[in-house]
């Protein structure tokens, strides 16, 4: 089994924490219990309505209707038939015709933007169009073998790698803030592809603008400290400054103070939940997978997305991968498509 542990050599404490071996062991044991409970609920309803990328050429559109990410209504098959399929006598007033057609104009145009922006950036099929953020947001528990002592009884913020949810989707995650590469935002923006980014200070002072661009295509900014510490070393006060200390740089550069926290090298102890809450914190999502530029790592033995994971991934470029963001973003998409998942937004889902 190999456990994703994010591990940034070049980023601060590079060590692996004492207190993680011990929490290994631990983890090991409960993912036997939680493979066998996903496989039963994959099985009792969580088939796969049809597989994109598998019987479908990739431009074609298959059954599975890769539409893109549009909001709301924007899956559906009917909003996304071309304009001819109309019946040229409507039953209905002409004006009713008139702006039915014009919505499914613009559906139409909407598509072809989407199949063409995914063959401007070289990806293997159109990215699959995520359901509507759900009505009923799901209850976020802290996962088995991840929480601290009183974690429950202090109230403090659950611990998470997987949105519980039945869609088949995925939440892209995006850590610390290194590499600022323009070529990525214009990827995303043009392939509309949700993402929550993680930042720490003392790489994204050099470019405060660069993270605005982000945030105003609609990418929510949170938390990951000021200097990127191994937290568990560093006492209550200490573990106070740097993760409230980050949603005051947060609040003022950006003006919104964040609700979500990512601990460095996702290390953790009751003093860094403690202090998060006490500055408004109310998630810590961790992940179940990481994309790297080149490969995937996983959390679980069988090496399976699965629905509502949480996918880590990094701002770093050439300096330290064997290729850029787009490539790495690339390699992401294809996967998640293939396997038959959305990309959606995690804030929708909290
Ligand atoms: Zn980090």
Redesign the pocket.
Known sequence: MRLVV?N?KS?GNGAVPVGHRRRTARRARVHGVMAVLVVAAIASGCARPGGPGTGAPPWAGGASGPTGMSGPGGGSEAAGAPPSRQPLEASSPAATANSQAKKFQSAHEARTARIAAARRWRLDSVPLTPPPPPAKKPEITTRDGFEVDGHEELGLPPVFTTVPTRDRVVFLTI??GAEKDPTFLRMMDDLQVPYTA?L?NYLIKEDYGYFRRMQRSGVGLNN?TLH?PYLPALSYRRQQHEICGMQEVIEERYGKRPLLF?P??GNYNRNSLRAAKSCGIEYVPLWNEEVFVDHWDYREWDRKIRPGDIVLS?FRGREDWKGTMPDMIRRFLNKVTADGYAVARLEDYL
């Open positions: 994010q940034d980023l850590d610390d993680f720490s990951h990127h990512r460095p090298f990094h």
